[in-house]
Protein backbone atom coordinates (compact mmCIF):
# COMPACT_ATOMS: atom_id res chain seq x y z
CA UNK A 1 0.00 0.00 0.00
CA UNK A 2 2.98 2.00 1.17
CA UNK A 3 4.34 1.43 -2.67
CA UNK A 4 1.57 2.49 -4.24
CA UNK A 5 1.00 5.86 -2.73
CA UNK A 6 5.02 6.47 -3.09
CA UNK A 7 3.92 5.28 -6.84
CA UNK A 8 1.28 7.92 -7.09
CA UNK A 9 2.52 10.75 -5.73
CA UNK A 10 5.83 10.23 -8.05
CA UNK A 11 3.37 10.70 -10.87
CA UNK A 12 1.96 13.70 -9.32
CA UNK A 13 4.92 15.14 -9.15
CA UNK A 14 6.23 14.46 -12.93
CA UNK A 15 2.69 15.46 -13.92
CA UNK A 16 3.20 18.54 -12.24
CA UNK A 17 6.82 19.64 -13.65
CA UNK A 18 5.48 18.27 -17.05
CA UNK A 19 2.32 20.86 -16.79
CA UNK A 20 4.72 23.22 -15.73
CA UNK A 21 6.86 22.57 -18.49
CA UNK A 22 4.47 23.29 -21.30
CA UNK A 23 3.38 26.63 -19.84
CA UNK A 24 6.66 27.73 -19.50
CA UNK A 25 7.04 27.19 -22.99
CA UNK A 26 3.56 28.84 -23.67
CA UNK A 27 5.00 31.57 -21.91
CA UNK A 28 8.35 32.07 -23.77
CA UNK A 29 6.18 30.96 -27.07
CA UNK A 30 4.27 34.14 -26.32
CA UNK A 31 6.14 37.00 -25.61
CA UNK A 32 8.73 35.99 -28.94
CA UNK A 33 5.44 35.62 -30.78
CA UNK A 34 3.78 38.76 -30.04
CA UNK A 35 7.11 40.59 -30.74
CA UNK A 36 7.71 38.96 -34.04
CA UNK A 37 4.81 39.71 -35.23
CA UNK A 38 4.37 42.77 -34.48
CA UNK A 39 7.63 43.48 -36.09
CA UNK A 40 7.58 41.15 -39.31
CA UNK A 41 3.76 41.39 -39.72
CA UNK A 42 1.73 39.18 -41.20
CA UNK A 43 2.74 40.59 -44.33
CA UNK A 44 7.12 40.95 -44.44
CA UNK A 45 8.82 41.59 -47.74
CA UNK A 46 5.86 43.50 -48.96
CA UNK A 47 5.82 44.33 -53.17
CA UNK A 48 5.90 48.31 -52.89
CA UNK A 49 5.56 47.75 -57.06
CA UNK A 50 1.97 47.31 -56.25
CA UNK A 51 1.57 49.93 -54.18
CA UNK A 52 0.10 53.08 -55.87
CA UNK A 53 0.13 56.78 -54.88
CA UNK A 54 -2.78 57.75 -52.71
CA UNK A 55 -3.63 54.25 -50.94
CA UNK A 56 -4.17 54.63 -47.66
CA UNK A 57 -3.91 52.53 -44.38
CA UNK A 58 -7.26 51.56 -43.30
CA UNK A 59 -6.42 49.09 -40.45
CA UNK A 60 -9.37 46.66 -41.55
CA UNK A 61 -7.45 43.62 -41.84
CA UNK A 62 -9.45 41.01 -40.03
CA UNK A 63 -6.76 38.33 -39.04
CA UNK A 64 -4.33 41.19 -37.53
CA UNK A 65 -7.55 41.91 -35.26
CA UNK A 66 -8.49 38.44 -34.80
CA UNK A 67 -5.00 37.15 -33.74
CA UNK A 68 -4.33 40.07 -31.26
CA UNK A 69 -7.50 39.70 -29.65
CA UNK A 70 -6.41 35.96 -29.27
CA UNK A 71 -3.30 37.17 -27.84
CA UNK A 72 -4.78 39.32 -25.16
CA UNK A 73 -7.18 36.61 -23.77
CA UNK A 74 -3.85 34.39 -23.91
CA UNK A 75 -1.26 36.73 -22.05
CA UNK A 76 -4.27 38.16 -19.65
CA UNK A 77 -4.89 34.29 -18.75
CA UNK A 78 -1.14 33.20 -17.93
CA UNK A 79 -0.38 36.66 -16.49
CA UNK A 80 -3.32 36.57 -13.94
CA UNK A 81 -2.02 32.64 -13.08
CA UNK A 82 0.77 34.48 -11.25
CA UNK A 83 0.80 38.27 -11.67
CA UNK A 84 -2.57 40.01 -10.74
CA UNK A 85 -1.42 41.53 -8.34
CA UNK A 86 1.58 43.22 -11.08
CA UNK A 87 -2.01 43.86 -13.09
CA UNK A 88 -3.54 46.23 -10.77
CA UNK A 89 -0.67 48.70 -10.33
CA UNK A 90 -1.77 49.65 -14.35
CA UNK A 91 -5.07 51.23 -12.06
CA UNK A 92 -2.40 54.04 -11.68
CA UNK A 93 -4.29 57.83 -12.11
CA UNK A 94 -2.04 58.58 -15.36
CA UNK A 95 -3.36 55.41 -17.06
CA UNK A 96 -6.41 55.69 -16.09
CA UNK A 97 -7.28 59.27 -16.92
CA UNK A 98 -5.54 58.36 -20.60
CA UNK A 99 -7.67 55.49 -21.35
CA UNK A 100 -10.62 56.75 -20.31
CA UNK A 101 -10.04 60.11 -22.10
CA UNK A 102 -9.45 57.73 -25.61
CA UNK A 103 -12.65 56.43 -24.74
CA UNK A 104 -14.65 59.54 -24.70
CA UNK A 105 -13.15 60.48 -28.22
CA UNK A 106 -13.97 56.85 -29.67
CA UNK A 107 -17.46 57.73 -28.74
CA UNK A 108 -17.32 61.70 -29.79
CA UNK A 109 -15.44 61.04 -33.12
CA UNK A 110 -16.29 62.61 -36.50
CA UNK A 111 -16.79 59.23 -37.96
CA UNK A 112 -17.57 56.60 -35.09
CA UNK A 113 -17.33 53.17 -36.52
CA UNK A 114 -13.45 53.82 -37.90
CA UNK A 115 -12.81 54.89 -34.69
CA UNK A 116 -14.40 52.13 -32.73
CA UNK A 117 -13.14 49.58 -34.97
CA UNK A 118 -9.71 50.79 -34.74
CA UNK A 119 -9.79 51.21 -31.01
CA UNK A 120 -10.48 47.67 -30.93
CA UNK A 121 -6.49 46.58 -32.07
CA UNK A 122 -5.41 49.16 -30.07
CA UNK A 123 -7.00 48.01 -26.99
CA UNK A 124 -5.87 44.98 -27.44
CA UNK A 125 -2.41 45.71 -28.32
CA UNK A 126 -2.03 47.64 -25.35
CA UNK A 127 -3.84 44.59 -22.66
CA UNK A 128 -1.25 42.31 -24.78
CA UNK A 129 2.21 44.41 -24.19
CA UNK A 130 0.85 45.22 -20.31
CA UNK A 131 0.97 41.88 -19.89
CA UNK A 132 4.00 40.63 -21.72
CA UNK A 133 6.57 41.70 -18.97
CA UNK A 134 4.87 39.83 -16.35
CA UNK A 135 5.41 36.59 -18.44
CA UNK A 136 8.59 36.13 -17.37
CA UNK A 137 9.97 34.54 -13.94
CA UNK A 138 13.27 36.76 -13.75
CA UNK A 139 15.05 39.59 -15.40
CA UNK A 140 17.59 36.74 -17.30
CA UNK A 141 14.59 34.86 -18.92
CA UNK A 142 12.94 38.54 -20.28
CA UNK A 143 16.44 39.41 -21.69
CA UNK A 144 16.60 36.02 -23.28
CA UNK A 145 13.51 36.03 -25.05
CA UNK A 146 14.11 39.52 -26.05
CA UNK A 147 17.60 38.09 -27.29
CA UNK A 148 15.66 35.39 -29.23
CA UNK A 149 13.22 37.84 -31.29
CA UNK A 150 15.98 40.10 -31.82
CA UNK A 151 18.25 37.38 -33.73
CA UNK A 152 14.87 35.95 -35.34
CA UNK A 153 14.24 39.42 -36.96
CA UNK A 154 17.62 40.20 -37.64
CA UNK A 155 18.05 37.10 -39.50
CA UNK A 156 15.00 36.98 -41.71
CA UNK A 157 16.00 40.91 -42.59
CA UNK A 158 19.25 39.64 -43.80
CA UNK A 159 17.80 36.53 -45.64
CA UNK A 160 15.56 39.02 -47.50
CA UNK A 161 18.45 41.44 -48.41
CA UNK A 162 20.04 38.07 -49.83
CA UNK A 163 17.91 35.83 -51.24
CA UNK A 164 14.77 38.67 -52.60
CA UNK A 165 16.63 41.73 -52.65
CA UNK A 166 13.79 43.20 -54.58
CA UNK A 167 11.56 43.12 -51.44
CA UNK A 168 14.38 44.25 -49.13
CA UNK A 169 15.65 47.09 -50.50
CA UNK A 170 14.02 50.37 -51.97
CA UNK A 171 13.81 50.48 -55.70
CA UNK A 172 13.69 52.65 -57.99
CA UNK A 173 10.38 51.63 -59.70
CA UNK A 174 8.82 52.07 -56.51
CA UNK A 175 5.80 54.22 -57.45
CA UNK A 176 5.57 56.18 -54.23
CA UNK A 177 9.18 56.82 -53.13
CA UNK A 178 11.57 56.32 -56.03
CA UNK A 179 13.92 58.39 -54.16
CA UNK A 180 14.94 55.84 -51.92
CA UNK A 181 16.46 53.38 -54.15
CA UNK A 182 19.03 50.98 -52.94
CA UNK A 183 18.27 51.96 -49.15
CA UNK A 184 17.64 48.76 -47.13
CA UNK A 185 14.18 48.03 -45.44
CA UNK A 186 14.27 44.61 -44.84
CA UNK A 187 11.10 42.83 -44.39
CA UNK A 188 9.38 46.35 -43.41
CA UNK A 189 7.63 48.59 -45.69
CA UNK A 190 10.04 51.71 -45.38
CA UNK A 191 13.52 52.21 -44.23
CA UNK A 192 12.51 54.98 -41.77
CA UNK A 193 10.79 52.16 -39.55
CA UNK A 194 13.54 49.59 -40.49
CA UNK A 195 15.67 51.79 -38.88
CA UNK A 196 13.80 52.56 -35.60
CA UNK A 197 13.56 49.31 -34.90
CA UNK A 198 17.44 48.34 -36.02
CA UNK A 199 18.27 51.27 -32.98
CA UNK A 200 15.62 49.42 -30.28
CA UNK A 201 17.88 45.89 -31.31
CA UNK A 202 21.10 47.88 -30.66
CA UNK A 203 19.93 49.08 -27.32
CA UNK A 204 18.88 45.66 -26.60
CA UNK A 205 22.33 44.26 -27.98
CA UNK A 206 23.81 46.30 -24.99
CA UNK A 207 21.42 45.16 -22.63
CA UNK A 208 22.54 41.39 -23.59
CA UNK A 209 25.98 42.11 -23.10
CA UNK A 210 25.59 44.14 -19.99
CA UNK A 211 23.73 41.28 -18.96
CA UNK A 212 26.43 38.72 -19.81
CA UNK A 213 24.91 37.16 -23.11
CA UNK A 214 28.17 38.34 -25.04
CA UNK A 215 27.25 36.44 -28.48
CA UNK A 216 23.87 36.76 -28.44
CA UNK A 217 25.17 41.01 -27.75
CA UNK A 218 28.18 40.94 -30.17
CA UNK A 219 25.51 39.74 -33.09
CA UNK A 220 22.87 41.92 -32.22
CA UNK A 221 24.80 44.99 -32.54
CA UNK A 222 26.77 44.63 -35.16
CA UNK A 223 23.93 43.11 -37.65
CA UNK A 224 21.61 46.04 -36.46
CA UNK A 225 24.48 48.79 -36.77
CA UNK A 226 25.00 47.37 -40.08
CA UNK A 227 21.67 47.66 -41.18
CA UNK A 228 20.62 50.87 -39.71
CA UNK A 229 23.94 52.49 -41.82
CA UNK A 230 22.52 50.80 -45.01
CA UNK A 231 19.07 51.97 -44.42
CA UNK A 232 20.27 55.52 -44.72
CA UNK A 233 18.05 56.02 -41.72
CA UNK A 234 19.70 59.77 -40.87
CA UNK A 235 17.12 60.80 -38.05
CA UNK A 236 17.23 56.86 -36.25
CA UNK A 237 20.88 57.27 -36.24
CA UNK A 238 21.70 61.00 -35.03
CA UNK A 239 18.76 60.25 -32.08
CA UNK A 240 20.16 56.88 -31.57
CA UNK A 241 23.57 58.96 -30.48
CA UNK A 242 21.66 61.36 -28.78
CA UNK A 243 20.36 58.56 -26.69
CA UNK A 244 23.27 56.41 -25.83
CA UNK A 245 25.12 59.77 -24.66
CA UNK A 246 22.18 61.21 -22.93
CA UNK A 247 21.05 58.41 -20.65
CA UNK A 248 24.44 57.38 -20.04
CA UNK A 249 24.34 60.77 -18.29
CA UNK A 250 22.05 59.49 -15.97
CA UNK A 251 24.71 57.22 -13.78
CA UNK A 252 26.34 60.94 -12.72
CA UNK A 253 23.41 63.08 -12.64
CA UNK A 254 20.99 61.35 -9.93
CA UNK A 255 18.09 63.75 -9.29
CA UNK A 256 14.46 63.56 -10.85
CA UNK A 257 14.18 67.54 -11.73
CA UNK A 258 17.91 67.15 -13.05
CA UNK A 259 17.28 64.08 -14.96
CA UNK A 260 13.76 65.70 -16.36
CA UNK A 261 16.07 68.56 -17.70
CA UNK A 262 18.49 66.25 -18.99
CA UNK A 263 16.31 63.88 -21.20
CA UNK A 264 13.52 66.24 -21.51
CA UNK A 265 15.00 69.83 -22.89
CA UNK A 266 15.88 67.88 -26.08
CA UNK A 267 12.34 66.98 -26.42
CA UNK A 268 11.19 70.36 -26.19
CA UNK A 269 13.47 71.55 -28.81
CA UNK A 270 12.56 68.59 -31.15
CA UNK A 271 9.39 69.59 -31.34
CA UNK A 272 9.91 73.53 -31.08
CA UNK A 273 12.45 73.09 -34.13
CA UNK A 274 9.91 71.35 -36.24
CA UNK A 275 6.35 71.64 -35.80
CA UNK A 276 6.95 75.34 -33.78
CA UNK A 277 8.66 76.52 -36.53
CA UNK A 278 4.75 76.49 -38.19
CA UNK A 279 3.57 78.41 -35.79
CA UNK A 280 6.11 80.77 -34.92
CA UNK A 281 8.72 82.90 -37.45
CA UNK A 282 11.68 83.38 -35.34
CA UNK A 283 11.69 79.84 -34.58
CA UNK A 284 11.39 79.23 -38.55
CA UNK A 285 14.34 81.34 -38.63
CA UNK A 286 16.35 79.84 -36.20
CA UNK A 287 15.58 76.00 -37.95
CA UNK A 288 16.87 78.18 -41.25
CA UNK A 289 20.32 78.72 -39.89
CA UNK A 290 21.03 74.62 -38.56
CA UNK A 291 22.42 72.33 -40.95
CA UNK A 292 19.26 70.83 -41.47
CA UNK A 293 16.48 70.38 -44.51
CA UNK A 294 14.67 73.49 -43.79
CA UNK A 295 11.64 71.85 -45.14
CA UNK A 296 12.09 68.48 -43.05
CA UNK A 297 11.74 66.52 -46.26
CA UNK A 298 8.17 67.80 -47.08
CA UNK A 299 7.19 67.72 -43.81
CA UNK A 300 6.51 71.43 -43.14
CA UNK A 301 3.61 71.43 -45.11
CA UNK A 302 2.02 68.74 -43.58
CA UNK A 303 2.25 70.22 -39.87
CA UNK A 304 0.95 73.51 -41.49
CA UNK A 305 -2.30 71.84 -42.76
CA UNK A 306 -3.04 69.88 -40.10
CA UNK A 307 -2.43 72.81 -37.51
CA UNK A 308 -4.88 74.39 -39.64
CA UNK A 309 -7.13 71.37 -39.42
CA UNK A 310 -7.01 71.60 -35.70
CA UNK A 311 -8.24 74.77 -34.95
CA UNK A 312 -11.73 74.06 -35.34
CA UNK A 313 -11.06 71.14 -33.08
CA UNK A 314 -8.77 71.91 -30.37
CA UNK A 315 -11.64 70.76 -26.89
CA UNK A 316 -11.74 67.20 -28.69
CA UNK A 317 -10.03 66.37 -31.90
CA UNK A 318 -11.57 64.19 -34.48
CA UNK A 319 -11.95 61.51 -32.59
CA UNK A 320 -9.54 58.54 -32.08
CA UNK A 321 -7.72 57.76 -35.72
CA UNK A 322 -10.67 59.72 -37.64
CA UNK A 323 -9.08 62.51 -39.75
CA UNK A 324 -6.52 61.11 -41.95
CA UNK A 325 -7.95 59.03 -44.81
CA UNK A 326 -11.50 60.50 -44.14
CA UNK A 327 -14.29 62.91 -45.33
CA UNK A 328 -13.21 65.54 -42.80
CA UNK A 329 -10.46 66.43 -45.37
CA UNK A 330 -12.21 68.04 -48.41
CA UNK A 331 -12.26 71.23 -50.60
CA UNK A 332 -8.82 71.12 -50.51
CA UNK A 333 -7.00 74.32 -52.45
CA UNK A 334 -5.35 73.82 -55.28
CA UNK A 335 -1.52 71.99 -54.43
CA UNK A 336 -3.23 70.81 -51.03
CA UNK A 337 -4.44 67.67 -52.73
CA UNK A 338 -1.84 65.27 -51.03
CA UNK A 339 -3.49 65.69 -47.69
CA UNK A 340 -6.51 63.83 -48.91
CA UNK A 341 -3.49 60.59 -49.01
CA UNK A 342 -1.58 61.77 -46.18
CA UNK A 343 -2.00 58.83 -43.20
CA UNK A 344 -0.12 60.65 -40.84
CA UNK A 345 1.23 64.14 -39.98
CA UNK A 346 5.05 62.52 -39.23
CA UNK A 347 4.78 63.86 -35.58
CA UNK A 348 2.74 62.00 -32.73
CA UNK A 349 1.65 64.83 -30.46
CA UNK A 350 0.39 66.61 -33.56
CA UNK A 351 -1.85 63.46 -34.81
CA UNK A 352 -3.11 62.82 -30.79
CA UNK A 353 -4.11 66.28 -30.95
CA UNK A 354 -6.16 66.09 -34.39
CA UNK A 355 -7.55 62.47 -32.82
CA UNK A 356 -8.14 63.71 -29.19
CA UNK A 357 -7.77 67.22 -29.01
CA UNK A 358 -5.44 69.19 -26.45
CA UNK A 359 -6.60 67.48 -23.28
CA UNK A 360 -5.88 63.83 -25.34
CA UNK A 361 -2.28 65.44 -26.06
CA UNK A 362 -1.84 66.65 -22.06
CA UNK A 363 -2.97 63.31 -20.75
CA UNK A 364 -0.04 61.50 -22.91
CA UNK A 365 2.58 63.06 -22.27
CA UNK A 366 1.58 62.74 -18.40
CA UNK A 367 1.55 58.83 -19.38
CA UNK A 368 3.98 58.04 -21.64
CA UNK A 369 6.40 60.84 -21.22
CA UNK A 370 6.39 62.29 -17.28
CA UNK A 371 5.10 59.09 -15.72
CA UNK A 372 7.50 56.47 -17.45
CA UNK A 373 10.61 58.96 -16.11
CA UNK A 374 9.19 58.95 -12.93
CA UNK A 375 9.33 55.08 -12.96
CA UNK A 376 13.11 54.35 -13.92
CA UNK A 377 13.51 56.97 -11.14
CA UNK A 378 11.85 54.92 -8.60
CA UNK A 379 13.46 51.39 -9.87
CA UNK A 380 16.53 53.21 -9.64
CA UNK A 381 16.26 54.22 -6.44
CA UNK A 382 14.99 51.32 -5.19
CA UNK A 383 18.08 49.18 -6.56
CA UNK A 384 16.32 47.87 -9.74
CA UNK A 385 18.82 49.41 -12.22
CA UNK A 386 20.57 46.61 -13.97
CA UNK A 387 20.73 46.06 -17.84
CA UNK A 388 16.93 45.42 -18.54
CA UNK A 389 15.85 49.00 -17.04
CA UNK A 390 18.35 50.75 -18.78
CA UNK A 391 17.57 48.92 -22.69
CA UNK A 392 13.89 49.86 -21.13
CA UNK A 393 14.33 53.92 -20.68
CA UNK A 394 16.44 53.78 -23.95
CA UNK A 395 13.85 52.59 -25.97
CA UNK A 396 10.97 54.51 -24.57
CA UNK A 397 13.59 57.99 -25.16
CA UNK A 398 14.16 57.06 -28.71
CA UNK A 399 10.42 56.61 -28.96
CA UNK A 400 9.45 60.12 -27.56
CA UNK A 401 12.07 61.97 -29.90
CA UNK A 402 11.29 60.02 -32.70
CA UNK A 403 7.40 61.05 -32.58
CA UNK A 404 8.79 64.45 -33.18
CA UNK A 405 9.59 63.16 -36.69
CA UNK A 406 6.89 60.04 -37.20
CA UNK A 407 3.81 58.91 -35.75
CA UNK A 408 3.10 55.86 -34.24
CA UNK A 409 1.82 56.89 -30.63
CA UNK A 410 -1.39 54.51 -30.33
CA UNK A 411 -1.01 53.29 -34.19
CA UNK A 412 -3.01 49.60 -33.65
CA UNK A 413 -0.08 46.82 -34.36
CA UNK A 414 2.93 49.15 -35.20
CA UNK A 415 5.77 47.42 -34.66
CA UNK A 416 7.47 50.55 -33.11
CA UNK A 417 4.54 51.47 -30.76
CA UNK A 418 4.35 47.62 -29.42
CA UNK A 419 8.16 47.62 -28.64
CA UNK A 420 7.35 51.24 -27.05
CA UNK A 421 4.57 50.14 -24.82
CA UNK A 422 6.71 47.10 -23.55
CA UNK A 423 9.38 49.38 -22.74
CA UNK A 424 7.15 52.10 -20.80
CA UNK A 425 5.34 49.11 -18.97
CA UNK A 426 8.34 47.51 -18.13
CA UNK A 427 9.74 50.56 -16.39
CA UNK A 428 6.06 50.53 -14.85
CA UNK A 429 6.57 47.28 -13.19
CA UNK A 430 10.37 47.66 -12.36
CA UNK A 431 9.66 50.36 -10.49
CA UNK A 432 7.28 48.75 -8.45
CA UNK A 433 8.63 44.81 -7.77
CA UNK A 434 12.52 43.58 -7.02
CA UNK A 435 12.46 41.27 -10.17
CA UNK A 436 15.10 38.32 -9.85
CA UNK A 437 18.21 38.77 -11.70
Known amino acids: MSLFVITSEVHAVVGEIRRQQVIDIVRGATFVGVLLLAWLTLHPFEDLSNMQIGDVTTGNELPTYAIFGGLAVLTMI ?16 AFVLFIGWLCVTVLLSFDP ?36 ASLVLLAA ?47 FGICFIRAGKWVSGVIVIALSSLFLLFAAGKSSLALCLAVLILTSLTSVIRSFAARVVLLLTPLVLLNMLSVGTVMNDSLAAIAQMLPLDASFTGRI ?36 EWAGFASHSHNGYLDTALGMGLPGVALLIVALVIKPLRDFQNADEGGNNGPLTMAFLRVWLFGIYLSSMESFFLDRADALWVTFLIAVFGLHYLARFRAQE
Not at 85 to 90: D, K, N, S, V, W
Not at 158 to 180: M, R, S
Open 78 to 93: LTMRNNVRGLATLLAP
Open 113 to 148: STSIRRFSLTACVIAVTAGLPLLARSQHELIRWLSI
Open 157 to 203: CFLGILLAPHLAIHLATDPQEPGLAGNWRGSFAHKNVAAAIMVVLLF
Open 301 to 336: DIWAFALQSLQPKLATGYGFAAFWGSSAIQSLPEGK
